[in-house]
Structure formats: structure tokens, C-alpha cells
């Protein structure tokens, strides 16, 4: 999988500043199945005062540093939407049907464009689908849920 330069660098920039995060939805979904368009990269990240000022730096050294002000940035329930679709960058602080613990402890390091990211493991991503409710996500359940119960010597 390719990951656009910008994607790669705010990563990098996560990884290198400790930022506790998960990489969800479509990019995860294309993980393990058919790759499909997505308009943006999404991450669940936790929501704590050390991690924000980790994030804080991150934004600041991306370029987004003069749009913060001076609030919490990070507030349960709350997205930070960077930048524009297809190249958007989406920080979520909550999801359904999982907690961030609960999708931090199951992470798969995965290797992508030179970079390591803790993507959700499907199992998760499967329960998060399910628990959106949005119809946009019942086709990605069902892949998902095909992809998990099938036989281990199919591909």
C-alpha cells in the first residue's frame, strides 16, 4: 500500500513524539481487504493531557501550529479535521463500540511506505463497523466478517 508524502510525514512525526495512536477506518479496512477509495486517513487517539501536548507538537511542526489556540485540543467525542479529501487527516478521540485501550492493546504494527503503524485489528475494525450504524460501513462489516470466518487456506 502507498502512503500519500504527507500521511507518511505526520506519522513519522507522531511515532517520533510518542503520540499514543491507532490508525482506523478506510486505510485500516484496505489492510485486509480490497483496497477502496477513501477521502482521508483516519486516527483514534487517546485522550489524555500527556498525549495532547505530544499531538500539540506534532501540529505545530506539520504547519498547523497557528490554528490550535490555547483549549484542549483533545476532547472525548470530539474529531480534529486536518487539511483537505482526499489528503484529509482525521483525529478522532472516540469511536463506537471500542474503547482506545481496548484498540491500543490489539494493534498490529504494520510496516507501510517505511513506517511503522499500529493499525486496529480487524476483529475491532469489524465491531467498530457494526456499532457506526452508517450504511457506508455495513458493506465494509460484511467483508470484514466474511474475511474473519473464512477458511484459513483461502486467501
Known amino acids: 500500500m502507498q502512503l500519500p508524502e504527507d500521511f507518511k510525514e505526520f506519522i513519522e ?3 517520533s513524539h510518542g503520540v499514543r ?3 482506523i477506518g478506510g486505510y485500516a479496512y484496505n489492510m485486509y481487504r480490497n483496497p477502496r477509495a477513501t477521502g482521508d486517513i483516519d486516527f483514534f487517539v487517546a485522550c489524555e493531557d500527556e498525549n495532547e501536548r505530544r499531538l500539540r507538537a506534532v501540529l505545530e511542526q506539520f504547519g498547523f501550529g ?3 489556540g490555547e483549549a484542549n485540543i483533545l476532547q472525548l467525542g470530539k474529531v480534529i479535521m486536518l487539511g483537505r479529501s ?3 487527516i482525521d483525529l478522532l478521540t472516540q469511536i463506537s ?3 482506545f485501550e481496548e484498540v491500543e492493546a490489539t ?3 504494520t510496516q507501510v511506505a517505511d513506517v511503522t503503524i499500529p493499525v486496529i485489528s480487524a476483529e475491532l ?3 467498530n463497523k457494526i456499532a457506526t450504524g452508517r450504511v457506508k460501513d455495513r458493506a465494509d462489516a460484511e467483508e ?3 474475511w474473519l470466518n473464512r477458511d484459513e487456506s483461502d486467501p
Do not use: D, E, Q
Request: hydrophobic share 55%; no cysteine.
Open 66 to 68: 497557528k490554528t490550535l
Open 21 to 23: 495512536y491507532v490508525m
Open 125 to 127: 475494525l469489524l465491531k
Open 144 to 146: 470484514l466478517k466474511a
Open 13 to 15: 512525526l507522531m511515532n
Open 107 to 109: 494493534a498490529i504494527p
Open 86 to 88: 482526499p489528503f484529509r
Open 97 to 99: 463500540g471500542v474503547s
